[in-house]
């Protein structure tokens, strides 16, 4: 029951073996579990025959897309890894093609003697059924032929200031066609009053510095800030904490802008896996981003309708589509913002090892998307987390 329970905590379902493939287990082990998942209890151990002949069942059922067989610890054990090798040996003669995913722990040779045979191994139940999930998902928001993007052709340099700060990173986002707010870098409270007031109060203020990607550490951001008397002390008061918390820090200035509110937060990012290139990934944003760890990633670029499917692959999709009364954000946004920063990773593989853009803001539908950080990380630049 711990792999059915395993199984089911991630989406995962036992379908019911055909009536002939537990005819065939009952009639070998009368007192066996055949409907699934198969327990035959220590006979298919203790008896080797009878291991091969209810694999060979099993697998040739066709009711399940991937079988998985639970080993624990036993090719620990001379005797009981030799009858598992040899029948795992006949099985995968028999069904070259047949996922099957073995749930086992061993030394180091079995277990590449398995990885040979197309046999992949994990250790435990959870990990088994999590693994298998996630490449269903991965099946799900593969690129389909009639919608693959274009080949993107590497693009020139960007900007000077993309990779100082956010305000030339959401620049040079903007310009890829991820939505961003109208804001302003400014140099005294003076400015910044000038700027609130042209905005439209409230507003929010941000520390520019390219030695702070992370602002909130050192007091850098102020919200909800609503007078030109507000913007005056609250421009002060940052500076302050930033001198205090950050003394050697360069600080271009602040950033004036508008305060923005939506339904829902994403987390958008991009980077360069060593073995499949530039990919982009999307997931719940906010402060919900590292507790609930719920994303996707699919390798750059992806056009819309991609995007679209790796959202509706979050397990919190149902509260961005309106679930229990919450309004439904504007996913046709989300998916186009995605689709663009991935277009953009992928244009810029040469410079860019990151992008990071948290959060990204969900209006309700139909009202748009707008990124309200951004970082840009260099190749070869140290890792800023």
Do not use: W
């Amino acid at each position: 029951m711990l792999l059915a329970d395993a199984a089911q905590s991630v989406g995962l379902t036992l379908p019911e073996l055909g009536q002939e493939t537990q005819r065939q287990i009952l009639e070998l082990v009368p007192f066996a579990s055949a409907r699934n998942p198969v327990d035959a209890t220590a006979q298919m151990s203790s008896r080797p025959d009878l291991l091969e002949k209810i694999m060979t069942a099993v697998v040739a059922d066709d009711r399940a897309d991937t079988v998985i067989l639970p080993l624990p610890f036993s090719l620990h054990l001379p005797r009981l890894r030799s009858i598992y090798m040899d029948t795992l040996r006949n099985i995968r003669a028999q069904f070259p093609q047949r996922p099957i995913v073995l749930c086992v722990d061993g030394p180091e040779d079995a277990l590449t003697e398995l990885h040979a045979l197309g046999f992949p191994t994990v250790e435990s139940f959870d990990g088994c059924c999590a693994t298998i999930a996630a490449l269903v998902r991965l099946q799900g928001v593969s690129k389909r032929p009639q919608d693959v993007p274009a080949a993107i052709e590497q693009a020139g340099p960007l900007a000077a200031d993309a990779f100082r700060h956010e305000l030339g990173a959401k620049r040079a986002l903007a310009e890829a066609g991820v939505p961003v707010l109208a804001e302003r870098l400014v140099q005294d409270a003076d400015a910044a009053a000038r700027a609130a007031t042209e905005i439209g109060y409230p507003v929010v203020l941000k520390i520019a510095s390219p030695d702070l990607p992370h602002k909130t550490e050192v007091g850098g951001v102020v919200v909800g800030v609503g007078s030109e008397a507000e913007v005056r002390r609250a421009y002060a008061q940052m500076l302050d904490r930033v001198a205090t918390n950050a003394p050697n820090a360069t600080i271009d200035g602040v950033i004036v802008a508008p305060m923005a509110k939506g339904v829902a937060e994403l987390i958008l990012g991009s980077r360069i896996d060593p073995l499949f290139g530039p990919v982009v990934m999307v997931g719940l944003g906010g402060i919900f981003a590292e507790s609930l760890q719920d994303s996707a990633v699919q390798m750059a670029p992806v056009s819309e309708t991609q995007a679209m499917a790796m959202l509706k692959s979050l397990r919190a999709f149902a509260v961005l589509d309106g679930a229990r009364g919450r309004p439904r954000a504007d996913l046709d946004a989300a998916a186009r913002a995605v689709a663009a920063l991935s277009r953009f990773a992928a244009a810029h593989t040469d410079t860019i090892a990151e992008i990071d853009v948290n959060p990204l803001l969900l209006r309700a539908k139909g009202e748009g998307a707008v990124a309200l950080d951004a970082l840009l990380i260099p190749r070869g630049a140290p890792p800023t987390h």
